[in-house]
C-alpha cells in the first residue's frame, strides 16, 4: 500500500513541484485521478447508475440528499481507487442548507510511513516553499479531494464544487498526523 502512496505522491511532485501558480498543482492531480483509465471507466460505471436510479425515482433536484446516501461511498472509493490513500480514510456527509449543498467531512490519520515518504520526497525535489511534510499532507489531500468536483459533475450531469470551509490538524503522540477536513458542496 505505501509504495502506491509512494508513486502517487512522486508523480504529483515530480509534475507539479506542489507549485500552485499556473494551476500546475491541480493539473498534476488531475493527471493523477486519470492515471489508470480503467480505474476511472469502472469508477464512473459504477457510481453512474446509481446517480440515475436516484434521479428516477427522487429526482435530479435533490443532489445533498443523495450525497448522503451515497457520497462517503463515492469519495472513500475515489480517494482510496483513483489516488492511494489508505482505507482508513473516514468520510461523513450531511445534508447541507439546501437540496444543492452539502457539507462534508473528511478524516485521514497519515502515518509514520506516508509521514517520512513525503519528507523524503519533499528533500528529493527541493520543495522549499512548503514548511514540511505535515503541510504537504493537508495540500495533498485537500486538493486530491476536491479534483473530486470534475468526476462528481461527470456522474450527476451537473456542475458540482467542493469548497475547504475548515482544516484541523493535530500531531499525535505517536508521530502520526490527523487531519479533519470540511469541505462545503455546491452546484454552480
Known sequence: MHQNFS????RIIGESNLEISGG????A???EANYNQKAVKSYLARFQPIWERWVSIKGSYLISPFLEFAGSYIITEFLTELFSFDSKLKVEVKKGSSNVDADINLYYIFDKEELEILRHLKEKYRIDHIADENEIAKTLLSSCTKSL?????NIMNIRYRLFTSKVETNLKTDNTFEINIHFDGRIG
Open 7 to 10: 508513486q502517487m505522491v512522486e
Open 24 to 27: 500546475k498543482l491541480e493539473k
Open 29 to 31: 492531480i488531475i493527471n
Open 149 to 153: 468536483t470534475k468526476f462528481l459533475s
